[in-house]
């Protein structure tokens, strides 16, 4: 039977903080330690952030230079990483798993949860199809990635069905729209800014989406190994810089969401639909989340034992290390940080 691990079941988890995906890049490679980063954004909640902690001076206040550097395709920071392009990058679990089994030499290390996906992901399909079952031998747009096809395959296992039975159509996020209007194909699996403006069309409907699958699609930071050792205090001060972001946003909720909302060319509603849809969990609870062997590794092993059902990764492929070492020290006053327990 099919493991569900959901991070809300970790245990004394009870509030919650504003939510933050990020990417970060070495300025200059990986030679020597780094006080500035160079940090790729895509356009989702969740990199926003790290934008607004540079914007706020957080991560100054840390010590840290941050360089933005925008993507418009979350799925451009995937192919990156596979090109040895960048050390530090936020990904899904899904995600991180199908890099491991790519290209199992630059397996990352995970050292925070950046958020827990609870609705964000989601199948949109064509107002004229009726329920997921119709999706038989229909054409489904998804991302070159391997979050599209993981979404779909939940979905249609949810009614009995295998993706062997419909057909994919490679699409890019921001042409989903266009695709499901004039019928290139019936269906899409999107994600918020995106889906938001194939619902705005009014051409679609969602009929499944994370809620379903708790725990299952969860955005994290992940680091090179040899980029960790060589720059562990720049990373532990990014830690901190997101977690002070965070407890801004908290405090100031509505000039938090109208900065999201600049950020990602979206309204302030459609920021907080997209935030209802995800968990985001602050460092102090995350050490039990990432502890060796905990609730994070299982979530891996759970993820990587579907998509391996589905014929996504290859039989095998490496469970990614989890590691709470930089979590631990982020919460420590800030000093001279030595080299974190492997």
Sequence with gaps: MRRRIGLAAMGRISSWLAGLGLAALLQGGCSGPASTLTVPV??????AYLQLAEERGFARGEGLMI??????????IVQEWLRGELTIAPLTSVELVDVCSRLPERC???????????????????????????????????????????????ALESVGLDISEVTIVPTQPEAMGAALNNRSVDAVAS??????????????????????????????????????????????KL?????????????????????????????????????????????????????????????LRAVRDLQQQLGIVRPDAPLPAVSDALVRQALQPPGPIAAAPK
């Design 42 to 47: 895509a356009p989702w909640a969740g990199t």
């Design 239 to 299: 830690l901190r810089s997101w977690q002070r972001t965070h407890a801004w946003a908290r405090r100031n909720p509505t000039e938090a969401r109208n900065a999201l909302a600049r950020q990602l060319k979206v309204s302030d509603s459609a920021v907080a639909r997209l935030e209802e849809g995800l968990a985001y969990f602050p460092l102090v609870q995350q050490q039990e989340m990432l502890r060796p062997g905990g609730p994070m590794s299982d979530n």
């Design 67 to 76: 360089r933005i550097d925008p993507h418009d395709d979350p799925q451009k």
């Design 191 to 236: 994600f918020p800014p995106f889906s938001e403006l194939v619902e705005r069309l009014g051409i679609a409907r969602t009929l499944f989406d994370s809620r379903a699958i708790p725990g299952e699609i969860v955005d994290v930071l992940v680091v090179e190994p040899a980029f960790l050792e060589a720059n562990r205090e720049a990373v532990v």
């Design 108 to 154: 990352p290390v995970v050292v925070l949860v950046l958020d827990e996906s609870r609705g964000a992901d989601k199948l949109l399909v064509h107002r004229s199809i009726p329920t997921l079952r119709a999706l038989r031998g229909r054409r489904v747009g998804l991302a070159p990635s391997s979050l599209g096809p993981f979404v779909l395959g939940r």
